[in-house]
């Protein structure tokens, strides 16, 4: 519930919540999870885009942390 009513621009929104198992329901990301992303062989990371993107996670975090209470 608190996920879902939180807007960041470094948050993925959380549209619904499954229990058993434990899954959050996101809008869907085209280009897969950034887990996916980052392990994809193929892909070459220029520093400054690697830069951008742990910015931009440090940034969401950040957000997340500061609420009250924080997640």
Known sequence: ELLHNESHPNLLQVI???ISPPWLITPLASHGS???ILHKKEISW???LA???AYDIS???N???NLDPPI
């Open 16 to 18: 619904a919540m499954v």
């Open 34 to 36: 950034l887990t996916q």
């Open 46 to 48: 220029a520093w400054n």
């Open 51 to 53: 830069l951008r993107v």
């Open 59 to 61: 940034n969401g975090m």
């Open 63 to 65: 957000y997340l942390h």
